[in-house]
Each structure stands twice: as C-alpha cells, then as structure tokens.
C-alpha cells in the first residue's frame, strides 16, 4: 500500500455533542489502525482527532480503553478536576494533559469558553506522542511503514511538498499514512503547529 496523504480543511469538521451530552467537539479525522482510512461520523475509530468546545464547567466523557491528550488551544486556561483528587492547570497558551479515558474528570474553566485540541487513540491498537512545534521554514517528517502522522496547524500557514503542495491554515489538519514504505514529507511555513505520530501495536 502506497503512502496517502489527506487535508481536513477547518470548515470540513463535523461538530456533534459529547457522548454524555454536556459540551460540543468538532471532529477532524477518525480512523482504523493499519490501514489507516478515514472514517465515517458512525464508524469505529483507533484515533480521532477533535476540537472541544467548553462553554461551561463540565464532566468529560469516559472513554474505556482510550489514552487521550488534551492541549489547550484558546481562552484563559481551566482545572482538570479527576474523581481520584488529583487536580492539573491547563495554563495558556497551550497548556497539555495526558490521562486514560476511563478516568472521570470535570473541566472548571478559569474565565469564559475555552478550545481544546483532542487526540485519542485506543491503547490496544496503537501508541500516539504529541509534540507542539514551531513552524520555522522547511520541517520534515519522516514516518516508518505501517505509522501515521497528523499535523494541526494552531497558528499562521504551512505548506505540503506533496499533495499537490496544499497550502495549510490556521486550524486546517494533515493525516499523513506511510503505508507499506517509508514516509518523507517536507512541511514548510512560518507559524506553530502540533504534532503527532501514531504507531500501531506489533
């Protein structure tokens, strides 16, 4: 299988309820580990990236068998509250949160409406680390067969050597599949953007 690249445009995102109904996400990509094709609002999912909407202090949904990273992306900031005590500040400008999905958490918000990027990826199937880099001229991305990477972009533009050189805006997201060979992608642009690889399980 050869390597696939696919853009999610910002405006493409699909936005639904949480699954216990008490805020909004806007889902940017799902998909299956190792083939790695997009999914359906409907389908089963190994990873989904997604934009969480807190307009309010609110319970987060449980994910079993899910890790997830959340990354704050705009507003004042809020406090993770877990069921088990701990309690984690997400400060800005991007202040981030690994945790399990099982766990029950509360999101109190410091002052007004917060966006939080969110990836999730079922631990059974893959491995997932997050980076959040500055966008300075060329970055390259190098992705062993079988890995997939996504790239959001928080801040100004970037720009695909492949793909038919799609130019990336702020809050536009890249899925990038290595498929059967190694993957070498060029990303230029100036701005910052987060970072993933998704590796499957052997």
Request: aromatic content about 8%; hydrophobic content about 45%.
């Amino acid at each position: 299988m050869a390597h696939r690249t696919w853009v999610v445009p910002a405006h493409h995102a699909r936005r639904e309820r949480w699954r216990n109904g008490q805020g909004w996400t806007r889902e940017i990509a799902r998909w299956t580990m190792p083939a790695a094709l997009p999914g359906s609002q409907d389908d089963p999912w190994d990873v989904r990236l997604s934009i969480a909407e807190i307009d309010t202090d609110a319970a987060f949904s449980v994910f079993e068998g899910v890790e997830r990273e959340l990354v704050l992306l705009a507003g004042n900031g809020m406090e993770l509250v877990f069921d088990d005590g701990e309690q984690v500040a997400l400060e800005p400008p991007h202040g981030r949160h690994r945790f399990a999905g099982e766990r029950a958490v509360t999101a109190r918000l410091r002052d007004g409406r917060t966006l939080d990027f969110n990836l999730m990826w079922r631990r059974a199937a893959c491995e997932a680390t997050l980076w959040h880099r500055p966008l300075v001229g060329p970055m390259v991305v190098f992705g062993d067969p079988g890995s997939v990477w996504a790239v959001y972009v928080v801040a100004g533009e970037a720009r695909l050597d492949e793909g038919g050189g799609s130019v990336l805006q702020a809050g536009d997201s890249v899925v990038l599949v290595a498929g059967d060979a190694r993957l070498r992608q060029v990303i230029e642009g100036a701005g910052e953007a987060l970072v993933m690889r998704i590796s499957p399980r052997s």
